[in-house]
Each structure stands twice: as C-alpha cells, then as structure tokens.
C-alpha cells in the first residue's frame, strides 16, 4: 500500500534534510514515478556527491517531469527541496502542464536526521544538515507557495518526537 494517495498525474515534491527518510518513503512508490537529483549527478559524473553536476542533473530532472507530465503521469521528487527557488521551479512545471502538487514535508529532529546521516553510505556533513534543517519552510509556507496539499510525514507514519 502507498503511504499516501496521489491524484493522478501530480507532482509529489519530497522535502526534508539528508537522513530524514525521503528515499525510504520514495520507494515505496514505482521506480518509475521517482526522480532523484542524486541518480542523475551520478550518471553525469560517477558520483552523487559531485554537486558541480547539479544543472546538468536539473536539466535531466526537468526534461522527466515534462515527459511525465505530459502523459499525466505522477512524478516523486525524491530531493531535499529545501530551497525556495527549486520548490518554485517544480511547481512551475506542475502549473505548465495544468497538474497538482504536492509537497510531503519531512519535520524529522534534526538529532534523528543526523544519527540516521551519519548510517548512510554517503554521509553530509553535519552543517550542512544543520542548514538545510534550518531552511524547512513551514506548511504554510508551502502552501503560500502553491502547493494544493501538503503533508507532514510525522502523520503520515504517526512518528514520536518530530517537530510540529
């Protein structure tokens, strides 16, 4: 069962700190509803981590949303997205192809997100997980933004301890 119901043809934007559980949610959705910035630094560049492979990922990323789109097609957005003009972006494409947007937002502890990093293959470094943390923007926020729902995971998965 997908932990949460999509409307058909929309865009799911994931946003939340490194090790705050976005692949892990992501994949319980199809391989194919997934787009990840990650995946397409590594095809780019043999690394993930190679942030200088960013616009060339970006570019790969829009280029998937606008097939899916097109298609109506539901696409996850399996990336931090904590920052203000990428979230823009992402909905600027859902409102090209006439499709909604979701956003799930990850309000993991910042203690839970950095035990969880720091079991990962590829860990961040600490302040930049203390950056992007202190980037969350707030559920009004999104919706201000533009998204037409927007979720907490802490209720999704009913999740002790996370930051309302």
């Known amino acids: 069962m997908l932990p949460l119901?999509?409307?058909?043809?929309?865009?799911?934007?994931?946003?939340?700190?490194?090790?705050?559980?976005?692949?892990?949610?992501?994949?319980?959705?199809?391989?194919?509803?997934?787009?990840?910035?990650?995946?397409?630094?590594?095809?780019?560049?043999?690394?993930?981590?190679?942030?200088s492979a960013t616009p060339v990922a970006?570019?790969?990323?829009?280029?998937?949303?606008?097939?899916?789109?097109?298609?109506?097609?539901?696409?996850?957005?399996?990336?931090?997205?904590?920052?203000?003009?990428?979230?823009a972006g992402l909905l600027a494409r859902a409102r090209y192809w006439q499709r909604p947007a979701v956003a799930v937002l990850f309000d993991v502890p910042l203690p839970i997100a950095e035990a969880q990093n720091a079991r990962r293959d590829r860990v961040v470094p600490p302040h930049i997980l203390r950056e992007h943390h202190q980037l969350l923007p707030t559920v009004g926020q999104l919706h201000r933004e533009g998204f037409a729902s927007v979720h907490l995971i802490s209720d999704l998965l009913d999740t002790p301890g996370t930051r309302r």
């Open 5 to 51: 119901h999509l409307p058909v043809g929309s865009l799911c934007a994931l946003i939340g700190v490194p090790g705050s559980g976005k692949s892990t949610f992501a994949a319980h959705y199809p391989d194919t509803w997934r787009v990840c910035l990650d995946t397409y630094r590594g095809l780019a560049t043999d690394s993930e981590a190679d942030q």
């Open 58 to 87: 970006a570019e790969i990323q829009t280029l998937i949303l606008d097939a899916r789109f097109s298609r109506g097609l539901n696409v996850v957005v399996d990336s931090t997205n904590v920052f203000a003009h990428v979230r």
